[in-house]
């Protein structure tokens, strides 16, 4: 019988659940934990500047691995900053645990020092949360932590662990639990059959199918069974910001991406289509535009390993709980042994409606001028990347010329806040990428708005050497804000303007890290070229971008999914 | 359209909270809710009344069952089923009214459970409308407090909500 103090089992419990790291920042009523976590080497601890960025770090990991963060901070303060990043990732269903410190139980509820109760204020933004009541509990109360965020359709779980769990003197028999089953919580292993088999025979007879896939597909890992039903269908397929790299981008059967700033193609083709096979999305309102105008012609079939997001706001005409991969799987077999095939003629004029739709507008944008558009910046890094490179971004403008414009031939390599829309994300995300995968490229798109958010961690990537490469997009100015005021406030630019920026070249030297400027567009390439090359540092490149961009296509507010600005003259 | 979606949820600290939280958040109804241990002492059986179109109640039995702590749930109004509320009322009686509520309370096939020299305390169980029509016929001015527990609910026949 081995017996352990409740820090000493926490600790042995994230070693034998396989964690590698931790991201964090101690406190008070952790201090028995970070002493156990002292004591070892197994688990590593990376400590950041600000409790929101450990819960981004985290996510990036857990995006770029498919495998679920761990995040580990104090009481009161500590557990609140985590809040952002844990909505964060509950909004965009990431595998996530976060362990908080609590004030000793014999203290709850008589609002002592740093008390906060994070069961209750981080309620609405897990998937569930689960507080510590006796040190010998620790060990299953961790694997169960563990299993509801990275089972179903994955996201975050706290657990609350109030000081005296931990106790260095007090020592309990230690179990690590082999197996957890909790009867109120089974989540779908298969689609249902009947369902399935449905699905099939109207993916055969449609005239005018498409399919559109989501972060589903990527959290799912089934982007190899999409892209072999794809193609073995000949259907054209868009999938949504999340969805990105689950179907490779320079494919001739992909049309981009779909939604508010989607290509024209995909917005066309989903408005017209006759059948809509969603695999993994959520018909979230960044797709949909005004869900009465939503793509009248379309029968819905609906793949979703949570039955909540099947008919929410889309009715499904047939609804399939399951996931992603075994359904996908399931259908690659019925179409094989199918004897329909399909309407080769029907396929045919559909392709070339969409291939007039592709040359009508297609992604573009005016680059002649002296000024460097951010879309060229993106472009570039493509192109001197290979397409390969880990890109994580904030929220705005560039976030939007970056998922336009980097074309992602494989899933996880795009990380970015999608349903939360988090300022700060990038950076810390990017770094979390970086620790886990040092031999590749990981470029952080941001602007001089985000990057502001969450800029302390630039110390963070100091002590643990993470050369990221942060591509600050600056255009002076509050990018999509100012976007938005052009084009329905008449152009009143309120508060989207930054004065007195800092000089981000000497920034990033007082941290220890390498600046460069980029202001000329002749020297763009060059430039980059230079920066990419410095495999071992932390490169901050400031690039003066064009101030007056706007990012296109962009849907009209209201309207249905076909209608769009194509510039900022151009209206369909 | 009215319901009441039963639901049988862990017997676990917190577990109300998000019940009433995802409402709240959801934006959806609560009219009535009762929640009590059931003789599985692990469960609690947990009685909420809403209001919402067919597509708002398919989310909030969707989004409950998603709860990691709800264990089973039914939509009673889907099928034929029992409904009870208890009410407590305190009414003013003196002289010759006390005779008249007394009738009252008999024909609602209620008990007087408490008396003094100038209230009754009356029993009432029914379904909701049954206690509102009790209200009503002894008239509002003669209450001095009610108490209503709020609906529960059984399926009849041979239908169960259990493990």
């Given at each position: 019988m081995e017996l352990l103090s409740g820090a000493d089992m926490l600790i042995r419990s994230l070693q034998d659940e396989g964690i590698e790291y931790i991201y964090g920042y101690p406190g008070g009523a952790a201090l028995h934990i970070y002493d156990a976590l002292f004591r070892q080497d197994k688990?590593?601890?990376?400590l950041v500047r600000h409790e929101q960025a450990a819960v981004h770090m985290a996510d990036g990991y857990a995006r770029a691995t498919g495998k679920p963060g761990t995040v580990l901070v104090t009481s009161g303060p500590g557990a609140t900053n985590t809040i952002t990043g844990i909505a964060t990732a509950f909004m965009d269903s990431i595998p996530m645990v976060v362990l908080c410190?609590?004030?000793?139980s014999t203290l709850i509820g008589e609002d002592a020092f740093q008390e906060t109760d994070m069961i209750g204020v981080s309620r609405p933004v897990v998937k569930h949360n689960l507080s510590v009541r006796h040190p010998e509990e620790i060990p299953e109360v961790i694997r169960k932590a563990y299993y509801i965020a990275s089972t179903g359709r994955p996201g975050p779980v706290v657990v609350d662990i109030p000081k005296d769990m931990t106790t260095p003197n007090e020592r309990f028999e230690y179990v690590f639990p082999k197996k957890i089953k909790l009867r109120s919580y089974n989540p779908a292993i298969r689609g249902h059959a009947g369902q399935i088999k449905k699905a099939v025979d109207m993916l055969m007879a449609a005239k005018r199918p498409i399919i559109y896939a989501g972060g589903g597909v990527v959290l799912g890992k089934a982007s190899d069974q999409l892209t072999e039903l794809v193609r073995m269908l000949g259907y054209p397929i868009t999938n949504t910001l999340m969805g990105i790299g689950c179907y490779p981008a320079s494919d001739k059967q992909h049309l981009g991406w779909l939604g508010m700033h989607g290509t024209y193609e995909s917005n066309m083709a989903m408005h017209h289509s006759d059948l809509i096979l969603c695999v993994g999305a959520r018909f979230d309102d960044r797709v949909t535009n005004a869900t009465e105008k939503f793509c009248p012609g379309a029968r819905i079939v609906h793949i979703d390993i949570d039955p909540a997001s099947?008919?929410?706001?889309?009715?499904?005409?047939?609804?399939i709980v399951g996931p992603v991969d075994a359904v996908l799987k399931e259908m690659i077999t019925l179409v094989k042994e199918s004897k329909d095939k399909p309407d080769a003629d029907a396929i045919a004029s559909w392709w070339k409606q969409i291939d007039e739709w592709r040359a009508f507008h297609g992604m573009r944008y005016e680059n002649s001028g002296d000024t460097i558009k951010p879309q060229e910046v993106i472009e570039?890094?493509?192109r001197l990347t290979n397409g390969e490179a880990y890109v994580t971004s904030d929220v705005g403008q560039h976030q939007m010329f970056a998922a336009q414009y980097y074309k992602f031939d494989k899933p996880n390599r795009w990380i970015n806040s999608g349903g939360l829309g988090t300022m700060g994300f990038g950076l810390p995300a990017a770094m979390g990428v970086k620790l886990t995968h040092p031999d590749d490229e990981v470029l952080c798109i941001t602007g001089e708005g985000s990057i502001q958010m969450n800029i302390q961690?630039?110390?963070?990537c100091k002590q643990y050497n993470l050369p990221v490469k942060i591509i600050n997009l600056n255009n002076q100015a509050l990018g999509m804000v100012k976007q938005w005021q052009d084009m329905n406030y008449e152009s009143r630019h309120s508060q989207s303007y930054m004065e007195s920026l800092p000089d981000f070249i000497k920034l990033a030297e007082a941290y220890g890290h390498v600046g460069v400027r980029i202001d000329r567009k002749e020297d763009l390439e060059a430039k980059l070229k230079e920066v990419l090359a410095m495999k071992d540092e932390l490169v901050f490149v400031d690039i003066y971008v064009d101030r007056f961009e706007h990012v296109y296509p962009m849907q009209v507010a209201r309207g249905s999914m076909k209608d769009m600005w194509l510039s900022k003259t151009e209206r369909v | 359209m009215r319901r009441i979606i039963s639901v049988l949820l862990e017997n676990e600290p917190g577990a109300l909270s998000r019940v009433v939280g995802l409402f709240s958040q959801r934006n959806y109804n609560i009219e009535t809710l009762t929640v009590?241990?059931?003789?599985?002492?692990?469960?609690?059986?947990?009685?909420?009344t809403t209001t919402g179109s067919d597509k708002v109640i398919e989310q909030i039995t969707k989004q409950l069952n998603k709860l990691i702590e709800v264990v089973k749930l039914v939509d009673l109004t889907e099928g034929s089923h029992i409904e009870r509320e208890l009410m407590l009322v305190k009414?003013?009686?003196?002289?010759s009214q006390r005779a008249e509520i007394k009738r009252t309370v008999d024909i609602f096939r209620g008990q007087i459970v408490d008396v003094t020299s100038s209230v009754y305390t009356v029993q009432l169980a029914g379904d909701s409308e049954k206690l509102d029509g009790f209200i009503q016929a002894v008239g509002t001015s003669g209450v001095l407090e009610v108490v209503r527990t709020g609906v529960s609910g059984i399926a009849r026949g041979e239908k169960v909500l259990s493990l």
């Open positions: 688990v590593k601890h990376i410190g609590q004030v000793a099947i008919s929410k706001t889309i009715d499904a005409d047939v609804p570039t890094l493509c961690e630039l110390s963070t | 009590a241990p059931t003789e599985d002492e692990t469960l609690s059986r947990l009685t909420v009414l003013k009686t003196t002289g």
